[in-house]
């Protein structure tokens, strides 16, 4: 980051009251390839945002960017009131590294397409993991929150079982419950059911549901279930290019899209 | 026609020197994996950290074990580096050249279990926010040894096997005690068959043992 731009970032800092994800022109690009585009985004706590767009046209990477899995060439991300990748000393942002992402991305939770459990342990070694070893919990408290959540996503009976013992609707269940336990203010949620049998969609998606209606978490949803971005969303978000082309709630942006390309777009999906 | 016909009771009379060389051969066994284990490791670290310099230099280290033969480099260990003052009893010599040229193949078997680990295993472990301690020793190390340890375990067998070839550098392992036998009695059918027996009863039921790992660790 040049001086220019430390001192840029300093005269205008993004507004970030009241906000959990601060997006400030975050820029990222592979060689020529420029995935994100100056990209503005703010998210409110236990504000439900969708994110919708054609293949391709970096949604995805919003979250990675979200959650710090990848780091962007330009532009500032703030969560919860601190910055992923910078300092501020001196009222002055400096450029930060990974140690300052660990501690920005904690309250930042995701679920991947793939789900990523652990496959060498059973559901509640999955949660009880990241509650011993991050969150410090005792064995037994861990234990006893690790139950808790997987009832609460129907899994009590599948306590023991291992990833490959269970069906994919089960494990993204799991890893739903997994990401939970670590109490975020932000979940994301990347594809989540793209990589399930049809018929298994729909127990992922009503546990997300419930989520979204029962806490005041805020979450990103990136997905290709229109009618479910509609159903929870307050806020849809089109993206193409890496850019945003239309944002506002579900009612208008997916009833009467503006955007030609959201046009375009939304009948490629109603027409699959 | 003595050399011929199997004759009982010489070989229960050559049994026990026979079993005399196994126990350097199992040492050698023993020890060479040992070496051969953590040396890999620790070639396969260095490579995978990518530290410059080291990094390279372990690189040339490995293709050169793995380039020219075993047997060269222990007569390289045997008799060419007493020229430079470094003696080294024989037994020792071949837990060494064991233990470094299986290492260069061991190195190659830990990057591939490492780097198996899928992409995803290590974002999890980074977005729940798990200390590098754990990641490496409860997520990423268990899933790369599942791969490895039935091929490190193949690799105690072969060497079992290829340690015969230290009865070249005097070793009076289980090969090395036959040839004597042999040389001595001008009888070789009983020491040779005897000793390939011996070899047999040991890997036989150790490859079916790592066969069962094997099964568990995939299942």
Redesign the interface.
Known sequence: MGDSEVAELAANPPSTVDTVLTMHDVTIAYGERVVVDSLNLAVKPAEKVAIIGPSGSGKTTVLRLA?G?ERPSAGSILIDGRYMWHIERAGVLVPAGERQA?RA??P???V?Q???????MTARQNLT??LI??LSLGKEEANHRATDLLSRVGLATHLDHRPAQMSGGQQQRVAIA??LA?RPKLMLFDEVTSALDPELVGEVLQVIRELAHTTSMAMILVTHEISFAADIADRVIVLDHGKIVEEGPPSIVLREPRSPRTQQFLRAILER | MTGFSWDWQFALQILPQLLQGLQFTLEATFFGSLLAFVLGLVWAVIRLAEVPIFSQAIRLVVEFLRGTPLLLQLYFLFYVFPNYGITIPALQTGIIGLGLYYSAYASEVYRAGIEGV?R??W??S??????LR?MWG??VV??AM?FATPVLGNFVISMFKESAILSTITVLEVIGQANIIGAATARYIEPFTLAGLIFLAISYPASRVIRLVEARLSG
């Not at chain 2, 980074?126 to 200390?131: N, Y």
């Open positions: 959650i899995l660990r991305r904690r930042v939770g995701m991947f793939q789900f990523n459990l652990f496959p060498h993991e990241p070893h991050v997994r990401s670590l | 899928p995803g295993q974002e999890a980074l977005v729940l926010g798990l200390p754990r409860r997520v268990p899933q599942r």
